[in-house]
C-alpha cells in the first residue's frame, strides 16, 4: 500500500524544516540582545550569529529539496517510505518514550532531596517493569544493588560526594567504618 | 641519537619491578575510569596524583601514563558495549564499534579497539622518541591563525560523517557550534542565551551533552523500540569470545587503518590545545575517504573502530613531545604530568634533552610500557566486558540510565548537568527519529570553542582584516586541505549514494 504524502519522510523532513525556521528566527532575535563590547573588532554576538546563518542556509536547502522531492516523489523512493511518528495515540512506542522522558524530568527534580540511590532505585524498577522484566527478586535486587553499588564506587574510590537525600546516615554509617 | 642510552633506558623501565607493577596498576584504573561515562583520564591522572608524591619520578611516571593510555582504550569500551563514550575522544569509536556490538561481534569489537590502542600509542611514541624536537618546532609554529584553520580543517570532515543527508548534517553540525557559544563570551565575558540561568553561565558541560546524546537517546529509543514490538526485549548478545587478540585476517585488514590512525593521532596531539578528540574524527573521515567500500562505513566494521581507537592512543604520544621538549603541555593530562614533573625537581623544556636525557629516555620507555600494560590489562578484561551486552535489554537499558545519570552528574557535581544530559536525551532521540545525524553535532562541540576563540584573536591582532590569513603558509596549507577534504567527501557520498542506490535495486530485482 502507497504511504499518504503527509505521512512520509519527505513531508516530516518539510515539517522539521519550518519548525527549525521558526527556531531560527528566534535564536536571531534572542542574539540581538547580546550586549556589545566597545573597540572589539568582532562582537560577541557575532559568531553565534554566523551559525545562525549557517544553519539557517541549511535549513532553507532542505526544505527546498522535500519540497522537490514531494512534487517529483516514486514510491520506491527512500523519502517515500513512511515518517516516525510522535502522536501518542498512534504509536504505543512513542507514549513509552515521553513516559520515560517524564520519568527522568521527576529524577532530576528529585536527585537533591531525596537523593541518588533511592530516585535511581524508582527509575530503574519502574522502566523494567515497563519494558517486561516481572521477575520482582531481579527487579528488586538490581534496582537496588546497581544505584548502590555505583554511589559506592563513586563515592569511596573516585571521592566524588553524590547526594543521598534520605539514605545520608548510610554514607555517615560508611564514613564511621 | 644516543641508542647505548636509549636501550639501557628502555632497560631500566622494562626491568623495575616497581615502575611495572605501577605502570601495570595505572592502565587497570584507567581502562576502569574510562569505561565508566563521565569520567576522564584527566580525572583518572588528577585523581592519583597525590599518589604518586611519595615514589620515585619513572614508576610515578609509569602510573599516570599508564592511567592515560588505559583511560583512552577504556572510553571505547563504552562506546562500543552501551553507545555512551567513556571519554570525548571515544566519540567516534560509537559510530562503528556500536554497530558491531548490536551485530553480536562486541569481543571482535573490543579486540580490535584494544589491539589498535596498543598499535597507535606504540607509533605515537616511536615518533615521540625518533621525531619529538622536529614535530615540536613544527607545532610550536601555530599561531591563532593556524589554530582556526586548523579546527576549519577539523570541521570539514563533518561531511563524511553526516551520513545519507549532507544538509541535515551541516544543519547538525551549526546548532552544535550554536551550543557553544551559551555562556559568557571567552574574549569580553558578555552573557550569551543565558536565560538568566545561572548555571548557563559557563556554558553546556560537554560530557552531560555527549552523554545525553548518545546514551539516554538509546536507551529512550530502546524503550520505544520494545514496547512497539521492534525488540525483543530478551534479546542480548550470544557471542562467543574464543580469541582476546583479533585474528589475522582482521589486523591484516585494518593494518593501514591502524598506521595512519596513529601517525594522525600523534601529529594532532602534538599540536598543543589539539587532542585525541578531533583527532579521531579526523582519522576516521581520512580513513574512510581512501577506503575502496566507504558505503560500508558506519555499519560496523572493524575498519571503523581500528582508525579511531589507533588515532586517539597515538595522540598520547603526541601530546608528550611539546612536553617534554618546550615544556608546553599538549592537552590536560600533560598538564598535570607537567606538575608531576616540575614536583619532582624536573623542569621540561629545550633544556631537558641537554641536562636530563636519560630521564627522557626513561619516559619515552615508560610510555611504551603503559601501552603493553594497557595491552595485558584489555587482554585480560575482553571477556569481563564483552558480558556485559549478554545481559537482557530488559535489565542493560535502566542500568545504562542509572549509570549516565550519575556519570553526567560526576563531571561537576551539578544537578544542573543531568537535566542537560536528559534534555539532549530527547534532542538526540528526536534526531535519530528523524534521521539528523548526532556526529557531526559532538564535533562542533569540541570545535566550536577552537574556532571562535582563534577566529576572534586572529581578527583582534590584525584589526579585522581577515586578509592577513595569506601571510601564514601552515594556516593556508590547512585550508587547502580542508577544501579537499570537502571536495573528496562530496564525490565519496556521491559514489556511497549511488553504491547503495544499486544494491536496493540489486535486492528488489531478487
Not at chain 2, 530502546?222 to 550470544?238: L, M, T, W
Not at chain 2, 549516565?404 to 532521540?429: E, M, Y
Request: charged share 10%; glycine share 10%; hydrophobic share 55%.
Amino acid at each position: 500500500m502507497e504511504t499518504k504524502k503527509t505521512q512520509t519522510k519527505a513531508f516530516a523532513n518539510l515539517i522539521i524544516s519550518v519548525l527549525l525556521l521558526v527556531f531560527e528566527v528566534w535564536a536571531w532575535i534572542q542574539s540581538t540582545a547580546i550586549k556589545t563590547a566597545k573597540n572589539a573588532t568582532v562582537q560577541p554576538a557575532t559568531f553565534p550569529q554566523i551559525m545562525i546563518l549557517g544553519m539557517g542556509v541549511f535549513t532553507v536547502i532542505l526544505l527546498i529539496q522535500s519540497v522537490m522531492k514531494l512534487l517529483s516523489m516514486k514510491a520506491d523512493d527512500p523519502l517515500a517510505q513512511k515518517a516516525e511518528t510522535l502522536n501518542v495515540f498512534k504509536d504505543r512506542g512513542t507514549l513509552a518514550a515521553l513516559f520515560v522522558i517524564a520519568l527522568c524530568a521527576l529524577y532530576v527534580y528529585l536527585f537533591k532531596d531525596v537523593g541518588y540511590v533511592v530516585v535511581s532505585f524508582f527509575l530503574c524498577a519502574i522502566i523494567m517493569w515497563l519494558i517486561g522484566l516481572r521477575n520482582p527478586v531481579k527487579l528488586l535486587l538490581i534496582s537496588a544493588l546497581v544505584p548502590l553499588g555505583m554511589w559506592f564506587i563513586f563515592y569511596k574510590f573516585l571521592t566524588v560526594n553524590i547526594p543521598m537525600g534520605i539514605l545520608q546516615p548510610l554514607r555517615d554509617l560508611v564514613d564511621m567504618i | 641519537m644516543d641508542w647505548n642510552l636509549l636501550f639501557s633506558s628502555y632497560a631500566n623501565v622494562f626491568l623495575d619491578p616497581t615502575t611495572l607493577l605501577m605502570t601495570l596498576l595505572g592502565a587497570a584504573g584507567g581502562v576502569l575510569l574510562g569505561a565508566i561515562p563521565g569520567m576522564t583520564a584527566t580525572m583518572g591522572v588528577a585523581l592519583l596524583i597525590p599518589f604518586s608524591f611519595g615514589m620515585d619520578l619513572i614508576p610515578s611516571i609509569g602510573l599516570l601514563l599508564g592511567i592515560y593510555c588505559g583511560g583512552m582504550y577504556g572510553g571505547s569500551i563504552s562506546a562500543i558495549l552501551i553507545h555512551a563514550p567513556g571519554t570525548p575522544s571515544a566519540a567516534a569509536t560509537l559510530l562503528d564499534g556500536y554497530p558491531m556490538a548490536q551485530k553480536g561481534e562486541a569481543g571482535r569489537a573490543l579486540s580490535v579497539a584494544m589491539f589498535s590502542s596498543f598499535c597507535g600509542g606504540v607509533i605515537g611514541a616511536l615518533i615521540m622518541t625518533f621525531l619529538s624536537p622536529l614535530v615540536a618546532r613544527v607545532a610550536m609554529k601555530f599561531t591563532s591563525a593556524e589554530m582556526l584553520m586548523l579546527a576549519i580543517f577539523g570541521l570539514s570532515v563533518i561531511i563524511s560523517i553526516s551520513g545519507k543527508s549532507i544538509a541535515k548534517g551541516l544543519i547538525s553540525a551549526f546548532f552544535g557550534m550554536l551550543l557553544c557559544t551559551i555562556g559568557l563570551d571567552p574574549t569580553y565575558s558578555k552573557q550569551r542565551f543565558t536565560f538568566g540561568v545561572t548555571s548557563l553561565k559557563g556554558g553546556l558541560s560537554f560530557i552531560p551533552v555527549l552523554i545525553g546524546l548518545f546514551a539516554v537517546a538509546e536507551v529512550i529509543a530502546g524503550v520505544e523500540r520494545i514496547i512497539a514490538g521492534r525488540e525483543s526485549a530478551q534479546a542480548k548478545s550470544n557471542e562467543k569470545i574464543t580469541r582476546v587478540l583479533p585474528d589475522f585476517q582482521t589486523i591484516k585488514m585494518t593494518a593501514g587503518n591502524i598506521l595512519t590512525g596513529g601517525i594522525i593521532g600523534t601529529f594532532i596531539g602534538a599540536i598543543p590545545g589539539a587532542g585525541g578528540d578531533i583527532a579521531v574524527f579526523v582519522s576516521y573521515a581520512f580513513n574512510k575517504g581512501i577506503s575502496k567500500h566507504p558505503e560500508k562505513w558506519g555499519t560496523g566494521i572493524p575498519n571503523g573502530v581500528a582508525s579511531t581507537e589507533s588515532a586517539n592512543n597515538g595522540c598520547s604520544g603526541g601530546a608528550m613531545i611539546p612536553l617534554l621538549s618546550l615544556g608546553v603541555p599538549g592537552d590536560s593530562v600533560t598538564a598535570i604530568l607537567l606538575g608531576a614533573f616540575i614536583m619532582k625537581g624536573i623542569q621540561p623544556g629545550p633544556m631537558m634533552y641537554v641536562s636530563e636525557l636519560p630521564t627522557v629516555y626513561r619516559v619515552f620507555a615508560a610510555l611504551m610500557l603503559a601501552n603493553l600494560a594497557m595491552l595485558l590489562v584489555g587482554c585480560a578484561g575482553v571477556r569481563i566486558f564483552a558480558k556485559i551486552v549478554s545481559l537482557e535489554k530488559r535489565m542493560l537499558y535502566p542500568i545504562i540510565l542509572i549509570v549516565s545519570l550519575l556519570g553526567a552528574f560526576s563531571i561537576n557535581k551539578n544537578v544542573f548537568d543531568i537535566g542537560v544530559c536528559v534534555f539532549f536525551g530527547v534532542i538526540g532521540w528526536l534526531m535519530n527519529k528523524y534521521e539528523f545525524p548526532l556526529s557531526p553535532i559532538l564535533l562542533a562541540l569540541i570545535l566550536g570553542p577552537m574556532c571562535e576563540q582563534n577566529f576572534v584573536r586572529f581578527m583582534d591582532l590584525n584589526h579585522g582584516n581577515f586578509g592577513e590569513i595569506i601571510h601564514y603558509p601552515i594556516a593556508i596549507g590547512f585550508f587547502v586541505v580542508a577544501v579537499g577534504v570537502v571536495i573528496f567527501s562530496l564525490i565519496n557520498q556521491r559514489k556511497i549514494n549511488a553504491r547503495e542506490a544499486a544494491n536496493a535495486a540489486g535486492s528488489v530485482q531478487e
